[in-house]
């Protein structure tokens, strides 16, 4: 079954602790991408990344941080340094690198909960 | 700055009414645009793009680039399409920029 996948749905975390989202794609695309949806504000780039060993800040990044050591794999970090990181996390993947358009696939997201 | 824009957080219609989704865009240059549907427990997904020019599940966008706006229409809506939509733009560096959203709610 080809797609996205993002683990753990849910997650709990206690001040101060980093937690690590995980997100890994069968399409062989090229291109992953990490949102952030919060009510009202939409969905919010963090990370992304074109191809493997390579990887962009996108407009909210600063608490996150990302690897790409595998075309498949795409791992967000959400840091202790984020200041609010209660909020629904979504994968996404694209193929065509150097291909300007294009549908992203989206992951079933994960809801990470800080108590 | 480029941005997206969608000015109602909720579109209330009744069954059968014709539906108006507005998008606004901020972009220097040629713009490509998307709207992307979220439906209840199910993934993100692409609606359609306006360099396709085609009509998925009922549901046309027409780029105006003098008005920089992208609306989303249907004729007669269907309690199937509530959902959460979003309007989309490809942004130079391959990022796509996603508006608000807005609400769908389609009543019987």
């Known amino acids: 079954d080809g797609g996205i996948t993002q683990s753990p749905k849910y997650l709990f975390r206690k001040e101060g602790q980093n937690v690590t989202l995980s997100c890994e794609q069968n399409?062989?695309?090229?291109?992953m991408y990490w949102y952030r949806q919060d009510p009202g504000q939409g969905l919010r780039l963090i990370y992304y990344s074109q191809i493997v060993n390579d990887f962009q800040k996108g407009d909210i990044a600063e608490g996150y941080s990302v690897s790409r050591e595998k075309k498949e794999s795409f791992p967000l970090t959400v840091t202790s340094a984020q200041k609010n990181p209660t909020a629904f996390y979504l994968c996404?993947?694209?193929?065509?690198?150097?291909?300007?358009?294009?549908?992203?696939?989206f992951g079933e997201g994960s809801r990470l909960t800080v108590l | 700055a480029q941005r997206v824009t969608q000015p109602e957080k909720l579109l209330s219609v009744f069954k059968g009414a014709p539906v108006e989704l507005k998008c606004n865009y901020s972009y220097s240059g040629s713009p490509e645009l998307f709207w992307y549907v979220q439906y209840s427990r199910q993934r993100l997904q692409l609606l359609l793009r306006h360099i396709s020019r085609e009509s998925i599940k009922g549901f046309t966008a027409d780029l105006n680039k003098g008005e920089t706006s992208f609306h989303l229409k249907k004729p007669f809506a269907q309690e199937e399409d509530s959902a959460m939509y979003y309007c989309?733009?490809?942004?130079?560096?391959?990022?796509?920029?996603f508006g608000a959203g807005t609400i769908l709610r389609v009543k019987s």
């Open positions: 989309a733009l490809w942004k130079y560096g391959n990022k796509l920029v």
């Open positions: 996404a993947s694209r193929e065509g690198q150097g291909i300007k358009t294009g549908e992203l696939f």
């Open positions: 399409l062989n695309h090229d291109a």
